[in-house]
């Protein structure tokens, strides 16, 4: 029989209040999986408003241990409706050491695994720097009983040597929890180029490895709290693609919104032998790409 996987997207607005916010993830979360999702995905930094538009060492009161209250949230609810979670959390690893890092939750409610954000941005209104140590567990899929999922973060979508690494190691999809959106200064054209980049360069990730790809963003304007910027419009437009690249779904950019996308996890293996770009690799060519620049 053919292989098919129902993933279900959860595209939110967030709020100060993260009771709340943790009680609309469950509401989704639950509705995805009456729909027969299987395997549900949350954007990153899901349970709070997105802190990093300002440097405030008083916000680090919002990392938490792994694992610690949410992840006891979320397994709690991974295991009652048996279905595999892709989390985003504010890892409190040590005092001082921070981390932006994704939990996978198994259908049991145990964790299948973590990953922890290596590409971390420092821009205007993108402090992130400040916040989160670059990850320590390089870029190793995650084993579920839906499949090996090649989990990164936000940031890490623009760089092709991530996901190439994801799949060399096995992914059979790749999942990006984000948060990106637009500043309020920036002229229509310039949104317009900024987003079809994000959606461009995920496709192309989809198209060069020869696998799914599923990217769930933030939606909503959150307010920047120190009032040198007139906040973040997150854009949301979140999106599952096939390993052509090909649009399978994607939300709107001005609501919070959820998806259950069925995925053809068998037409990766045709995809990659109709077009074999690991086949044709020239691995024996590359040894410049672990230097910063070539001279």
Not at 89 to 107: I, M, Q, S, W
Not at 167 to 188: H, K, Q, V
Not at 202 to 208: C, D, G, L, P
Request: charged share 20%.
């Amino acid at each position: 029989m053919p292989r098919t996987l129902k993933i279900g997207i959860i595209q939110q607005a967030n709020t100060a209040d993260m009771q709340a916010n943790l009680m609309n993830l469950a509401h989704s979360i639950e509705a995805c999986a009456a729909h027969g999702a299987e395997l549900v995905v949350l954007q990153e930094l899901h349970n709070t408003p997105y802190f990093c538009q300002t440097e405030d060492t008083r916000l680090f009161d919002l990392a938490e241990p792994i694992p610690g209250p949410s992840t006891g949230f979320f397994s709690e609810l991974a295991a009652s409706l048996g279905i595999v979670l892709v989390t985003s959390l504010f890892e409190k690893r040590a005092p001082g050491l921070y981390h932006n890092t994704a939990v996978v939750f198994e259908k049991d409610g145990s964790i299948a695994g973590k990953y922890r954000k290596m590409h971390i941005p420092d821009d205007p209104a993108y402090y992130e720097k400040f916040y989160f140590t670059p990850g320590d567990l390089g870029f190793e899929p995650i084993q579920t009983s839906v499949g090996k999922l090649g989990v990164l973060v936000c940031w890490d979508q623009w760089y092709p040597e991530a996901a190439r690494l994801m799949a060399l190691r096995g992914a059979e999809l790749l999942i990006y929890p984000t948060a990106i959106g637009w500043e309020s200064t920036d002229t229509d054209d310039e949104k317009t180029r900024q987003l079809n980049a994000w959606i461009i360069a995920q496709r192309a990730h989809a198209v060069s490895n020869g696998i799914p790809v599923v990217s769930v963003n933030r939606v909503g304007h959150e307010p920047d709290p120190s009032g040198q910027t007139n906040g973040i419009l997150f854009w949301g437009n979140s999106f599952v693609a096939g390993p052509q690249g090909e649009i399978i779904a994607q939300a709107e950019n001005n609501r919070p919104q959820n998806l259950v996308v069925t995925v053809d996890m068998e037409r990766s293996e045709n995809v990659r032998r109709w077009w074999p770009f690991l086949r044709d690799r020239r691995i024996d060519a590359y040894e410049d790409l672990t230097k910063r620049f070539r001279d």
